[in-house]
């Protein structure tokens, strides 16, 4: 106890009153600088965020011919405490990656970030460049977030969905669930169980790890991701058969509510203002549950209505004068919207004149004709006209009717 109390104290009171001048070079967007050696730089950011820039990012380039190794601070001060010597900054120097390429994200909200660049060889230079950009992999989480949360309850209840997620899930996080599966047997009580905590860190920073070196391992040991895919997937595929897709309704209902959650959890991810996240998450909220208070208060109405004594009004029908002269304005109306579409250049006239029996006659109607011939019109006001009522009468009687009056004569005999 007391060794570690001098590795974290020791050192740092011996640094306080000889620290060197600490210098670093400052950067803004857009602005390249190339350097070599061990060097501390300082990013500025002078826009302040709004939500034009919901779906932005900062990320500074670090490019080099030999590999770096970069440290990350708040400020200047931060930054120079990390360089003095302590137990748990020489295990975090130790756990760190060297890259010939390195980005560093940065929050849109930092006014200040420092970070110092240790190459491994102090010859070659390096290239340090700040940029601001829209990143379409926000915009696409977000999206994904959306969806995910409006369909939960369709994809809770699909089989393909419950196979490709647990396809996904054993390829994604198998060490960890091997891990899982070997708690179960071993002992309560025992020291093992330390060895289990370190096996879940260490198996979270392998995912890290795989992810950060995807591209690379997807070039270079193609064969070998192939493998593991299909060993894997072919085993998560088995355990998903075996178990079955959800039947019971309330296990469907914790993987929606599920699934609503981390749907919810990646629309926050996905955009870096927190007042338009926020505000979309309340919008999604209300769109998904907004049919349920619409029909409560359809079936409130229903109720309160007839105690309010409250009817809708009957429509008013027409008169036959009224249904008569509507008719004879909308048939108007539509002949001059034919004749506007006959005479305009969408028309085909060729195409139609070679379907018609008389071309002349759909001519003279285009240029203003009328649409019936005089003996059509006579025999048509015959028909419908004051004198075609009777011949209604006669085309709609019924059956009943005609019996009524073939039995009249036979009655007045009686």
Known sequence: MVLLILLFWVPQTLCQGTSPKFETINLQDGQESASSGSKSFCYINAIVPDWKQTWSRIQVRVQSSTPVKVIVAEDEERLQELERFSLWGFIRGFMREQSNETTISISLFSNKTCFKIDPSDEKPQYTVQPIRKFDIYLFLVCLAGALLFMFAGSLSRSQVFYYSAGMSTGMIASLIILIFIMARFLPKKSPFYVLIIGGWSFSVYAIQLVFRNLKMILKEHWHLAFGYVAVVGFI????????????????????????????????????????????????????????????????????????LGWKPEPRRLLTEEEYLKQGEEETRRALEDLRKYCSSPESNPWKVISRLQSPKRFADFVEGSPHLMSNEASSHAQEYGCAGSLFEDDFFATDEEEEEEDIKPFMKGD
């Open 236 to 307: 998560s595929f088995a355990l998903c058969y075996r178990h079955g897709p959800l039947v019971d309704k309330r296990s469907i209902n914790i993987l929606s509510w599920t699934l609503q959650l981390f749907g919810l959890l990646l629309i926050y991810a996905g955009i870096q203002i927190q007042q338009v996240a926020f505000a979309i998450i309340l919008a999604a909220v209300c769109a998904k549950n907004l049919e349920y208070p619409a029909f409560l208060a359809m079936i409130a109405w229903r109720k309160i209505r007839p105690s």
